[in-house]
């Protein structure tokens, strides 16, 4: 079946532009996570959705970062006015359990790699 | 804050012999760690689950300790194959509110033929 899809896969932009990035979780699953990965590190996590509502988004750097889940299935994440330092690829999972704890752990999409200007 | 330590630097391991990779953690034990792999330009795939009161699982030729008086889990690779190379992941899940994982810096495993 389908995996998580994310698009786009690459997207460059200027400093101080809005970007947004999309996320196509697995059918049925209700929790989805957005992580950030910078090269040589592990991911980061941003935020973490329980069908439409931010259950956690105490990693998210700043208030310039914002992610929605409006019908429980895709999610956007959207950063304004983006800074250099926002340069990573962000990763999208989901999973049909609380981070994953009926045993099958998180589903990664591919990632969207961001690069800023 | 939960800190967790893989070795960054590459892990060479030469066909057939058994691959073993560390990860330490301070501070409180998680409810249950995770590994993943991941391969360049991909995202982490999942491979191994383990519960705070399980001491090992297993899963073909994988197999996971942890080991909560060392704040350690091992992972290791038996009967190595070069396509076994790739990044290996840990993660942590704390319980409670904070849901997303946290993850160690990974370290890169290179199985030589």
């Known amino acids: 079946g389908a995996g998580v899809s994310q698009t786009p896969s690459n997207k460059v932009t200027e400093k101080g532009k809005y970007v947004e990035l999309r996320c196509d979780p697995i059918s049925g699953h209700t929790a989805l996570y957005w992580y950030r990965q910078s090269l040589g590190q592990g991911p980061e996590f941003l935020i973490y959705f329980q069908g439409t509502g931010a259950a956690d988004d105490s990693g998210l750097p700043n208030d310039r970062f914002f992610a929605v889940r409006p019908e429980g299935s895709v999610s956007t994440l959207k950063i304004q006015r983006t800074e250099r330092g926002d340069s990573a690829v962000y990763l999208c999972a989901s999973s049909s359990g609380v981070s994953g704890t009926s045993g099958g752990g998180q589903f990664f999409g591919p990632g969207t790699r961001l690069t800023v200007l | 804050s939960q800190k967790i330590e893989q070795n960054s630097e590459a892990l060479n391991i030469q066909e057939g012999k058994t691959a073993t990779l560390t990860c330490n953690y301070t501070n409180y034990s998680p409810a249950y760690l995770q590994w993943y792999r991941q391969d360049p330009g991909r995202g982490p795939v999942f491979l191994l689950l383990?519960?705070?009161?399980?001491k090992e699982k297993r899963k073909e030729r994988l197999k996971v300790t942890f080991d909560t008086t060392l704040k350690q889990s091992l992972f290791h690779i038996t009967a190595s194959q070069p396509a076994d190379s790739a990044t290996y992941l840990c993660?942590?899940?704390?319980?409670?509110?904070?849901?997303?994982?946290?993850f160690g810096k990974g370290t890169h495993l290179i199985i030589q033929p």
């Open positions: 993660a942590f899940y704390s319980g409670g509110g904070a849901d997303g994982l946290t």
């Open positions: 383990i519960r705070e009161n399980e």
